[in-house]
Structure formats: structure tokens, C-alpha cells
């Protein structure tokens, strides 16, 4: 090997290497500046969770919308996973029929604000026929009614520094939705689903609906709804439990 | 002669061998199986959370399915690494074969080594046979694309935006169990694959795919 070939070899090593480098520090700011990086990026598998959530926030960018059924494609078999929260409080607000049920909204908002389902119900409804997979692989087409969550959004006033919303359910499988999520029209607060009130076990009072993401993102047995300019405040940091268990929190696959 | 080659790198050197496959043929050889081993058993952990395929949009304990996999439902969480190392080493696996795709039209990789010519004498007839030729290139330019389209129409995201890459298969459940199927035609493809290059001579067929470099009067499959 020639010394002008080793020299040369060298060189180009280290300018790729010193592009590459810069190249990664740009591409890091401008993903959080543009809101492109997960809050679960941490670790190898997070390249591949930042790589997924930053090309689909790029591709759904102009609130693409989830597909739409018509009735007749309802399905007969809703399986039910997870079970109902082991709460006192939770129960006896059932056993109310949640007449005494609030849904708490604060944050970064200009008005902090309790609804009963009653107001909820006042407020323009949505309803909308989706499909919805769960991560283990089965699905399901149901219709459902509610809110969507960006005109409760807007009724509290979201502050201009927020960038995500969190959601808190009565058990303990919170979760949490950037911006845009948040404001897309088909993101629901359901408290029908095909044309009853709310099952139980589908999330009764008020759940919420994600339809461009699996199943898990919607969160049932909701109780409170803060929002936050940083995911980093809250719980383990990581915008939701699923990391905890193992699971991604940006599942629009 | 025979010596040389197995001193690998060095023999790269010599002319009197001849390079049998380019370094892109080779790097992009050797991370497409990495990450194909990665999809295969990632995927197998996130199929048992569900073992079962369904046709149409939707499917579920409870519906009809089209094949029941005598495999067990495993629901301790093994879909959670499973899908995060999916989805990672697809995007390696996709990126590398666009690399792959994009240079060897450039390099006239299948031109030279993958295409049909009418005449049957030929350099190209004389490198890989009929049957060769035919499955790499549906390996290549129809089983990697479908596993990717119907990986891509599982997701809500993605058919938000493209809605017929779902609704052409059929519905979000058809897609999952033609992807299955095409994920299990790779898999029969792989062990064909490894199938022959032992029948060929591990050592004569292994040592170029790393090497570049052909062991001199070795020619043909």
C-alpha cells in the first residue's frame, strides 16, 4: 500500500466521518425544533422509533384522515382487552352511573376547567365508523361518538408554548399525544360507541379515540387531561407507560 | 492458484483473480441478512401475540379465520421488543436494499448477472441458471416490495394517506396474512438459498460473497 493512497484513505475517512457527525447534530436540532423526535428515543431501538415517528409526522403533516366505514362494516365481535380500574373512587362514581364524574382539564391552558359528561354532551358531537388494531394483531370496526378533542381544546385555550397533551385515566395506563395528534379532527373524546352509551369495559365514562394510531394510544377510564410543553415533567419522562412495558409511544406503526 | 484466495483480503490484489462479486454486492449481501434475521424472528415474536390470519378488514377471537396457526398465544409482552426491533432493522433492511437496487442498475449489476438474453450462449447464461435468475429476481423486485407494501398497509398512519395500499389487499387483516405469506416465500427462499451454496461448496461460494474474489478456475453457479 502506497503512502499517498494510505494518506489519501485517511482523509476521506475523516471528512465522512466529520460530515456524518455534523450531519447528525443538524438532523437532531432541526427534529427538535420541528417536534420529530419521540420522547422515547433514548437506546438503539430509539433510532428506529425517531426514524418511524419523524417520517409519518412528515408523510400525515396535513391531517391526513383515518379510513371511514359504513355501517354495515361494523363488526359483530368487539374483543375487550385489559380490565377495569381497581379503584374505590372509580366504582363508586359508577355506581353513580357518572352522574358525579368530572373530567379535569388544566395545564397549559388560559382556563382550567371541569366537565360533566352533561356539558360534554352539549358541545358538538363528532361520529365517525374506524377501524382500530390492537398491537397483538386482531382489529375491529366500531362507530363512535364524542367530542372531538380539539374543540375542548380550544373551549380551555391552549397556551402558545404547549406542544403535547396528557391524558390520565383512573387506572394507571396513561398515555400522552403530540400537538398535532391532539388537534386532528377525527381525535375523539367518545362517550358512545355504535350508538349506545359507552360500555364499561370499552372506557365508560369518556375514552380516548386515536384513529391513526393501534389501539393502545386510546386511553380508557378517563379522569384528566393536562397539557404540558415538555414530556419530561411527567411520569417516567417517556410521554407514557408503554415504555415502561416495553412498548413504543408513537404507534402509528 | 487456489492458495491465494484463501488469504482473502490480500488476494484482492491479484489480477490473475477474478472479482466475483463488487464490495456494494457484498456489504449490501451481508446487511440485508443480518436484518433479515432480525425481521424473521422479530416478526415471529410479534405474530404469537396473535397467532391466528384473518381476510378482509377485520379479525379476532371470536370471527372466523382464515388459518389458525397451531402455535400458542403468547401475551407477556414479547410484541413490545419484537416490534421495536422490526421496525428498526426494516428501516436498515430498506435502506439497504434501495442502496442495492439504485447501484446495481447503475453498475449494471443485473444487467450483467440477473437478466434474460435472448441468446443463449451468452456470458450471462453462463453465471446462474434459469430457475437462479428467476428467484432472485422475484426475491428482489416482488417479494421485497410486497413485504414492505403490506407491512406499510398495516400501518393507520401510512393508509391515512394512502388508503389503496390497504384497501387494493382487501382490508388492514389481508394485508397482515399476505404479509405472512410473503415473509414465509423469503423464508422457503433463504433455505434454498443456503441449500445450495453448500451443495456448490461453502468455502468456493462463502469466501467471494466476503471476499469479492472467486477461487481462479471456479466458474459458474
Known sequence: ?253 | MAESAYLGQLAIQSSEIQVRHSRTVRLTHWITAFSFFALLVSGIAILLAHPRLYWGETGAVGTPAIIDLPLPFVLTGQSGWGRSLHFLSAWVCVITGLVYVFSGFFMRHFQANLSFPRDRDSEVSNRYNVLQRVSYVLVIFGFFPLMISTGLAMSPAVTSVFPDLVTLLGGQQSARTVHFFAGSALLLFLIGHVAMVYRAGFRSRLLPMITGCAIAGDEGA
Open chain 1, 1 to 253: 500500500m502506497s503512502k499517498s493512497f494510505s494518506r489519501r484513505k485517511l482523509l476521506t475517512a475523516g471528512l465522512t466521518t466529520a460530515a456524518g457527525a455534523s450531519g447528525l447534530v443538524v438532523a437532531a436540532r432541526l427534529g427538535e425544533r420541528y417536534g420529530l423526535i419521540p420522547p422515547d428515543h433514548q437506546g438503539i431501538y430509539g433510532l428506529g422509533e425517531t426514524l418511524t415517528y419523524a417520517s409519518q409526522r412528515l408523510l400525515t403533516a396535513h391531517h391526513s384522515m383515518a379510513r371511514e366505514f359504513n355501517p354495515s362494516e361494523i363488526s359483530k365481535v368487539i374483543p375487550v382487552n385489559g380490565e377495569a380500574p381497581e379503584s374505590e373512587l372509580y366504582e363508586k362514581l359508577q355506581a353513580q352511573n357518572f352522574s358525579e364524574w368530572r373530567l379535569r382539564v388544566d395545564g397549559l391552558v388560559a382556563r382550567p376547567s371541569m366537565f360533566s359528561l352533561t356539558q360534554l354532551k352539549s358541545f358538538p358531537p363528532r361520529s365517525q365508523i374506524t377501524h382500530q388494531a390492537c398491537e397483538e394483531g386482531w382489529s375491529f370496526i366500531a362507530e363512535w361518538t364524542g367530542v372531538p378533542l380539539g374543540y375542548l381544546l380550544d373551549v380551555v385555550g391552549v397556551l402558545p408554548q404547549a406542544r403535547y397533551v396528557v391524558f390520565f385515566p383512573f387506572d394507571t395506563v396513561w398515555d400522552s399525544l403530540d400537538l398535532d395528534e391532539a388537534l386532528h379532527p377525527q381525535t375523539l373524546l367518545a362517550y358512545a360507541m355504535n350508538g349506545q352509551e359507552l360500555p364499561a369495559p370499552h372506557g365508560a365514562p369518556l375514552r380516548l379515540r386515536v384513529p391513526r394510531q393501534l389501539g393502545y394510544k386510546s386511553v380508557k377510564y378517563l379522569s384528566r387531561i393536562a397539557v404540558t410543553d415538555s414530556l419530561k415533567k411527567v411520569g417516567n419522562g417517556l410521554g407514557s407507560v408503554s415504555p415502561d412495558l416495553g412498548y413504543s409511544w408513537y404507534a402509528g406503526i
